[in-house]
């Protein structure tokens, strides 16, 4: 059974950093695979942020985050990373980690067959 499990969330303000990171358990390490996180604000649809092929190193990042969000992995742990500097309130939502066992990563939600629970992160101006 597949489980991805995120952590890191919280408030900060307007400038900050946060690093999110999200722990996978039931996937195997021996095959790359797309990892990664979309998020979800108030009211809108859940949108791909960020996302990473394991093993290839490939990384993709949404427009609004280029330059101020980098995703990293820990093949070792099975586990993806998302650092995220100069936060915006538009980057308020709920931050969620996903995976699939392909390695193409289209910023689709319904591309990918697992998901964490999600973690809130909180912008304040």
């Known amino acids: 059974q597949v489980q991805l499990a995120e952590s890191g969330g919280g408030s900060v303000q307007a400038g900050g950093s946060l690093r999110l990171s999200c722990g996978a358990s039931?996937?195997?390490?021996?095959?790359?695979?797309?990892m990664g996180w979309f998020r979800q604000a108030p009211g809108k649809e859940r949108e791909g942020v960020a996302f990473?092929?394991?093993?290839?190193?490939?990384?993709e990042y949404t427009s609004s985050v280029k330059g101020r969000f980098t995703i990293s992995q820990d093949n070792t742990k099975n586990a993806v990373y998302l650092q995220m500097n100069s936060l915006k309130s538009g980057d308020t939502g709920r931050y969620y980690c996903?995976?699939?066992?392909?390695?193409?990563?289209?910023?689709?939600?319904?591309?990918?067959?697992?998901w964490g629970q999600g973690t809130q992160v909180t912008i304040s101006s």
């Open positions: 990473i092929v394991t093993g290839a190193g490939r990384k």
């Open positions: 039931g996937l195997t390490t021996d095959r790359s695979k797309c």
């Open positions: 996903l995976a699939s066992s392909a390695t193409d990563c289209p910023p689709r939600r319904s591309a990918y067959k697992y």
